[in-house]
């Protein structure tokens, strides 16, 4: 299934719902929707569900390590994740995101008013930017990460 994003807010909670195949192609409407929950005056948390999520590949990956390290870096907060797919949450926990969320592995019970974030159309050059810094933060969060998407991040780098 085609990756989809829901979002739900009430007096400064957030709630972020990845379902599907979520992608590359997701990232710039992430992005903006991260910029945009930060400015909001009333912030008090975000909460991101990958409990239907099939697949997420290492950039949405990285969107989210971005996320969790403004919520700390901004707001002192250190937000809830939540995954009951087993490889989703292994490969999270391989990669350090036990040290950036609260990981949780039950399923929560959600609001039935999430609205579907409207994709944003970027350019290919947004993309790739956008590819390259989700990598960076993923490369920052410890050795492992750094030797694994190190070619990556030169190899698009270097197609600029």
């Known amino acids: 299934m085609e990756g989809r994003i829901l979002v739900a807010h009430h007096d400064g909670v957030y709630l972020m719902k990845f379902t599907g195949d979520v992608r590359v192609t997701l990232c710039t409407t992430v992005d903006a929707f991260l910029d945009s929950m930060f ?40 937000p809830v994740l939540v995954s009951t ?31 579907e974030l409207p994709k944003i159309d970027a350019s290919d050059e947004d993309v790739r930017l956008r590819v390259i810094e989700a990598h960076r933060i993923l490369m920052a969060m410890n050795e492992n990460n750094r030797a694994a998407f190190h070619d990556l991040v030169e190899t698009l780098e270097a197609a600029s």
């Open 85 to 115: 797919n087993a490889d989703i949450t292994r490969v999270m926990r391989n990669m350090g995101f036990e040290d950036v969320f609260q990981i949780v592995e039950e399923k929560i019970e959600t609001a039935d008013q999430l609205g």
């Open 39 to 78: 400015r909001d005056a009333v912030f008090k948390s975000v909460i991101v569900d990958l409990s239907e999520a099939e697949c997420i590949d290492s950039t949405s990956l990285g969107i989210l390590a971005k996320l969790s390290i403004q919520a700390q870096s901004r707001f002192n907060y250190l």
